[in-house]
């Protein structure tokens, strides 16, 4: 999680993943959180696998600050930083192979921002690792 002349981000913005793995996100820089878009968050769309644990880290404002969270259930997470997401501060997970689910319909209802700053699936499972911005 960073802020630096490019702006506010997640890098990377893209990963690709194998269930049961635990990602460790760190605020190198700024105020930011890592959250799931999930209805129990700020009442946002839900953009993760039903049957996933959505996430919350709270806002982290000193560097080094991390937070970990295990991604047991496989599809698509996409998620966002609580005071940047109307920036595009957001980021998206895949965890095996991704199956039907919310994350893999087109992010309509997330702000143009967001929506634009999203990588696509296909570019995370050609890649493995999309970094930002």
């Known amino acids: 999680m960073i802020t630096d002349n490019n702006g506010s981000y997640f890098d990377p913005n893209g990963l690709l993943i194998e269930s049961g793995t635990t990602v460790r996100f760190v605020n190198s820089s700024g105020s930011h959180s890592t959250t799931a878009y999930h209805p129990d968050n700020d009442d946002t769309p839900l953009r993760i696998p039903e049957d996933a644990t959505a996430w919350d880290s709270g806002v982290y404002t000193n560097a080094e600050e991390t937070f970990e969270h295990t991604f047991d259930v496989e599809g698509v997470y996409d998620y966002y930083c609580t005071p940047h997401a109307m920036l595009g501060m957001v980021g998206r997970i895949v965890v095996g192979t991704p199956q039907d689910g919310p ?5 309509a209802d997330l702000p143009p921002a967001a929506k634009e700053s ?10 493995e690792v999309v970094k930002g911005p």
């Open 118 to 127: 999203l990588p696509s699936i296909d570019t995370i499972l050609e890649k």
């Open 103 to 107: 994350g893999t319909e087109p992010p």
